[in-house]
């Protein structure tokens, strides 16, 4: 881990403390900075540019013998330029990291709304809807890992309440989330899609009286347990020979009780 010379003013040296040796002998795994908000720009599988916001989180390793790092060289990458990030463009921004700050191991997370556009299943009238995505990465001597998070909100019903009652059926809106490294690329929509189909309904930003009918009757079609939706879900998931690995969880936002359902799936993970 080479350090540049330190900056001089007015003819004199300015101290670089980071670059300093330490003698403690202890290696820190992640050292650098979180919530970082910058501007960037998402194309979907249209092939539209969206511009948003993303919330940064990068690190590197740090040797036992340095006693700091430069902590500004993390922004600069971001501030250069405005730029295009995808889960193309990731592996160079890993890249750029481990390199401008001369380590080994680095890591970087980047995380945003993602929007789209959707009609309503009857009216067809168009709205917006946003899902929280994740990039993550991490790159040690030059090996890439990478991994897509995707936060789904669907509707879920409940099957024994469905059964059990003369009329009616509790339902809930729940949040699916999907971590996934792949093999290859894959759309963020395509995720999304996936877990909107196997939902007991997919939700909508705009509904009209007849689209309310719709969803209503669509969901009470289609019940399902917590474990039904990730159970689902992962067989999709291990049918797709482009994701290596996976969790999938789900967290029903029960509307009869004070407290939320969970399940998760984990899939080759300890393989990667």
């Not at 003819?11 to 290696?27: E, F, H, K, M, W």
């Not at 347990?225 to 789900?250: C, K, P, W």
Request: charged share 25%.
């Amino acid at each position: 881990m080479n350090h540049p010379e330190p900056p001089k003013l007015s003819g004199r040296s300015i101290a670089d403390v980071q670059n300093r040796p330490d003698t403690r002998n202890l290696t820190i795994d992640r050292v650098g900075i979180k919530e970082l908000r910058h501007p960037i720009r998402i194309k979907d599988r249209s092939g539209f540019e969206q511009h948003t916001i993303a919330t940064f989180n990068m690190y590197v390793e740090l040797p036992h013998n340095f006693k700091g790092t430069h902590m500004s060289r993390f922004v600069e990458i971001l501030s250069q330029n405005e730029r295009e990030i995808s889960v193309h463009s990731f592996g160079a921004m890993l890249r750029e990291v481990t390199d401008h700050l001369n380590a080994e191991k680095g890591q970087v997370e980047m995380t945003f709304p993602f929007f789209l556009q959707k009609k309503a299943p009857v009216s067809k009238v168009e709205s917006l809807m946003d899902y929280e995505v994740t990039l993550a990465g991490e790159i040690i001597k030059e090996q890439i890992l990478s991994e897509v998070r995707v936060k789904v909100p669907v509707t879920s019903l409940c099957p024994c309440s469905k059964q059990i009652s003369d009329y009616g059926a509790h339902n809930q809106r729940s949040h699916v989330t999907a971590n996934i490294h792949t093999t290859t690329f894959i759309w963020i929509e395509e995720i999304i899609e996936l877990i909107e189909k196997e939902a007991s309904c997919e939700l909508y930003g705009i509904l009209k009286r007849p689209d309310e009918k719709y969803v209503t009757e669509k969901a009470y079609d289609n019940p399902k347990f917590v474990e039904d939706l990730v159970r689902d879900i992962a067989g999709h998931f291990n049918a797709d020979d482009r994701i290596q690995s996976y969790t999938v969880s789900a967290e029903n936002f029960e509307s009869i009780h004070n407290h939320s359902a969970y399940a998760e799936i984990t899939h080759g993970i300890s393989d990667t």
